[in-house]
């Protein structure tokens, strides 16, 4: 056999799911919903909603899981959450804290976070299903997992040992050492305070391991570390929760995990990967997932943290900017490099997008037979739910951009006609209604706003200009200020003047025209440079001494608008 270069980078994983010869394979992914989850987690959620695609495609059963990990104990709270609030909620699983905000209806903390991320699946086009630990744990095939790992304590420990203490230094050895002579891998939540761990005032955390497995009567004896409490709990209580690292590899065994991607954290060599692995086929008699390890995704150069306070969720993104570019980033990108969203980028994902959907479709040349097999398999791995026949009509991100800044000054049916104008779209396939233009019109609007947020914190002036000077940001005041027209020369003046007359005179202008007229003005009216001509387009309609190129501008403002706001020139001299 040759070695074949893969198209992408997710052909190595399929081919390794192939090789397990399978009429059905189920994927797993993971969270724990500890406040508002950033959007980093759909890196391996899509990863794996695009395996769902491929094996689907050739016929494979799929089962796509999301676990919501909300028997995790609350180790700590972002800082958001009311303080009296934590303090009592501190070391509960996130299941049996009420949602932190009245009069909202919700179930639990889990369910107001975790369904907020669940909501947005749909606009993603990620079709999975959603199974809270929690309710996992209520179960007796989750429960029999429980009471093979008590019977298997020894087995569990000598793994752990193997994996871990290489990693620590000499005296978190001894300690480790010393933890393992009375370790169980179940911890409970207690029956009177309900936390299944405690953070002592030093900040350390105790879980509420338990202390004694009475294998006969099928319970444990715990000692609640945060309320002294001394209990015991049979094993299908549903109070007990596996340790994590056990917790893991039984979930695989449970639901057969095929393929479980993680990130970096805990795919390290001898992480709770590789040791959930061992634990899965020797304790739990089964092969275990297919390891997909992945980089972080960044916002800008900032890592995001659900307690850092550093969230950018896929909410949020939903309101700024298209799905299926974001699908497109995740899955254009290698999963072992780490990709930084910039919403100031989003102007070159879309240019990028737009490339790949020219090649799909035919309509643009690729570079080479790679570069169209490539785009040929990602394209429709990109797609929210349906792969259209004909490549779809869209309107540019850099005319949305224009149009929504133009909103102030124009109606929405003129903003759409000129939308419609120029995409030369004919009547009878309107496939943009006004509606959805008037959805995109927002998005674009919140999307630049989001950026001149930004843009005010930069301190770099250069990296300030070279934002604004992609993006094409501008205000257009109402009127043109005064002392804005007292700086404007006679020539300046009169060089408006002709081009209100040449306006007058003209119908349908294009942007070549309108920008080579000002040039003729300027040199054989004037003579003056044509700077100087351009400079003052720019102070009356902007305020501002530059802007984007203004023949397009000029283009895209209505006639009688700019007619108008040449006459205030002369109403006011
Ligand atoms: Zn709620
Ligand atoms: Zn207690």
Redesign the pocket.
């Known amino acids: 056999m040759v070695n074949k270069v893969l198209v992408h980078w997710l052909e190595e994983t399929v081919q390794e799911i192939s090789k397990r010869n399978l009429t059905e394979i189920t994927l797993s992914t993971g969270k724990t919903p500890s406040g508002h989850v950033h959007i980093g987690i759909l890196r391996e959620i899509i990863i794996s909603d695009a395996l769902r695609r491929i094996f689907e495609k050739k016929g494979v059963d799929v089962s796509f899981y999301l676990f919501m990990d909300d028997f995790d104990a609350a180790k700590r709270f972002p800082y958001y959450i009311d303080e009296n609030y934590q303090k009592s909620n501190l070391g509960k699983p996130f299941a049996l804290i009420p949602c932190p905000y009245e009069d909202c209806g919700c179930e639990s903390y889990a369910y107001h976070f975790g369904n907020e991320l669940i909501s947005t699946f749909k606009q993603f086009g990620i079709k999975n299903e959603i199974i809270w630990s929690y309710n996992l744990y209520q179960k007796r095939e989750m429960q029999e997992k429980i009471k093979i790992a008590l019977d298997n304590t020894d087995k569990i420990k000598e793994i752990l040992k193997k994996y871990i203490l290489p990693t620590l230094d000499n005296d978190r050895k001894k300690q480790f050492n010393e933890m393992q002579k009375t370790w169980i891998p179940v911890m409970a939540t ?1 029956e ?2 309900n ?1 299944i761990q405690n953070r002592a005032k030093d900040g350390s955390i105790h879980p509420n391991r338990a202390i004694e497995y009475l294998k006969k009567e099928q319970m444990v004896i715990y000692e ?1 570390p ?2 002294g ?1 001394r209990g015991r709990t049979s094993i299908y209580s549903g109070r007990l929760k596996l340790n994590w690292r056990i917790d893991w590899p039984a979930k695989w065994a449970l639901f057969k995990a095929t393929c479980e991607p993680a990130g970096k954290d805990h795919s390290v060599k001898g992480g709770a990967y590789d040791t959930g692995l061992e634990i899965c086929q020797r304790i739990y008699d089964y092969e275990g997932p297919i390891k997909l390890p992945y980089e972080w995704l960044r916002l800008g150069d900032q890592d995001m943290g659900t307690s850092k306070g550093i969230v950018f969720t896929p909410e949020e993104y939903l309101k700024l900017a298209d799905p299926e570019i974001y699908r497109m980033l995740i899955l254009r990108t290698n999963p072992m490099k780490h990709i930084s969203l910039r919403i100031e980028e989003i102007p070159q994902y879309h240019d990028y997008y737009e490339k790949m959907e020219n090649i799909f479709y035919g309509i643009e040349e690729p570079d080479s037979k790679e570069d169209y097999d490539l785009y040929e398999y990602l394209y429709p791995l990109t797609k929210i739910s349906y792969i259209p026949e004909n490549k779809p009509i869209r309107i540019p991100l850099k005319l949305l951009t224009f149009l929504s800044q133009m909103q102030n000054i124009l109606s929405l049916d003129k903003l759409y006609e000129k939308a419609m104008s120029s995409l030369r779209v004919n009547k009878t396939e309107k496939s943009v209604s006004i509606e959805d233009f008037k959805v995109l019109l927002k998005r674009t609007e919140k999307w630049i706003k989001e950026i001149k947020n930004k843009i005010t914190k930069i301190t770099d002036p250069k990296i300030k200009r070279s934002i604004q000077n992609k993006i094409d940001i501008f205000a257009i005041p109402e009127i043109i200020p005064k002392d804005l027209i007292n700086t404007l020369s006679d020539k300046q003046l009169e060089g408006l003047k002709l081009f209100k007359n040449f306006l007058l005179e003209n119908e349908n202008l294009d942007s070549d025209s309108i920008q080579n007229e000002i040039f003729t003005i300027a040199k054989e009216e004037l003579d003056i440079p044509p700077k100087k001509m351009f400079e003052a387009f720019y102070l009356i309609l902007l305020g501002k001494k530059s802007g984007p190129r203004l023949g397009p501008f000029i283009s895209m403002l209505d006639k009688d608008w700019l007619i108008k706001r040449l006459d205030q020139l002369e109403d006011k001299k």
Request: aromatic share 12%; charged share 25%; hydrophobic share 10%.
């Open positions: 207690c009177k305070c936390k609640c945060a309320c409490y």
